[in-house]
C-alpha cells in the first residue's frame, strides 16, 4: 500500500519539474541563440537536463555585427569568470571599440579580443573580420569532443565541463552577417505539451486525493474496532 501511495506523489514531482523545464522554454522563445532542455530522470528520481543544440530560425537584421553560425560550434567569450561560449551573435561595439556580447563580454578571436578602428565591418562566411578593406583577425568557434558535458550558465552563455584538450575546431563553420539565430523553442509544441503536462498533474493530485481518503477511512475502521 505505501509503495502505491508514493507513485502519485513522484508522479506529481515529475510534473512538476516537467512543467518549470517547459514554462522556461516559453518564456525563452525569443531569446537569441537559446537552446531548449530535454529533461530526463535516473531510478532515483533524480532530475537530469541536457541541451537540445539543434539549429534554430535565422533571421535576417541587415545589422552589421549581427552574426549566426549556420551550423555546429559556439563562439567564445571571455567573461571574469574566465572563457564560456555563447550561440548569440548580437554583438555590438564597447566603448573601447571591442566587439562585445550584449552582456558586455569581449568576444574572441583566434589571438584575443577583437578591436575594431574603423566603419566598414564585414565578416565573411568563415568568420574572418574585415574593417574598411584590412583584416583584423578572424571569430574563434570551437566545439567540443564531448557535446553531452555542455552546460547553460547564466544568460545566454554555456560551459564546457569536460578538460581543455576537448576544445576543438568544428568540422564546417559558416556565419551569415547581418543575421541572427532564434531560439530552437516551438511555441506551438510547448504550449500544448504544457497542457499536458498539467492533466497529468492533476490526475497524481486526484490519485493522491483518494489514498489520502482510503487512509483516513481506514483510521476511522480502526478506531472503531477498537
Not at 51 to 59: A, E, P, Y
Not at 118 to 131: A, D, F, L, P
Not at 142 to 169: M, N, R
Amino acid at each position: 500500500m505505501i509503495l502505491e501511495m508514493t507513485r502519485p506523489v513522484q508522479a506529481g514531482l515529475r510534473q512538476e519539474k516537467k512543467y518549470e523545464v517547459t514554462a522556461n522554454h516559453i518564456a525563452n522563445v525569443d531569446t537569441t541563440g537559446f537552446k531548449k532542455d530535454t529533461l530526463s530522470f535516473d531510478r532515483m528520481m533524480k532530475a537530469n537536463l541536457s541541451v537540445d543544440l539543434t539549429q534554430g530560425d535565422v533571421i535576417s537584421t541587415q545589422n552589421k555585427l549581427d552574426v549566426a553560425l549556420m551550423d555546429e560550434g559556439f563562439f567564445k567569450v571571455q567573461t571574469v569568470s574566465g572563457v564560456r561560449y555563447t550561440r548569440n551573435g548580437n554583438f555590438h561595439l564597447d566603448n573601447l571599440g571591442r566587439i562585445v556580447t550584449p552582456l558586455g563580454d569581449p568576444v574572441l578571436g583566434d589571438a584575443g579580443p577583437l578591436t575594431v578602428q574603423g566603419t566598414n565591418i564585414y565578416i565573411n562566411s568563415s568568420g574572418g573580420v574585415e574593417v574598411d578593406g584590412g583584416n583584423i583577425g578572424n571569430l574563434s568557434v570551437v566545439t567540443f569532443a564531448d557535446l553531452g558535458k555542455i552546460q547553460k550558465e547564466g544568460s545566454g552563455y554555456f560551459i564546457y565541463k569536460g578538460g581543455p584538450q576537448d576544445e576543438i575546431p568544428p568540422q564546417k563553420i559558416t556565419m551569415k552577417q547581418g543575421t541572427l539565430e532564434r531560439s530552437n523553442v516551438s511555441t506551438v509544441y510547448e504550449m500544448t505539451k504544457m497542457i499536458d503536462i498539467q492533466r497529468m498533474y492533476e490526475a497524481a493530485q486526484k490519485m493522491m486525493q483518494t489514498f489520502d481518503e482510503v487512509d483516513g477511512r481506514a483510521i476511522n475502521d480502526v478506531g472503531k474496532l477498537a
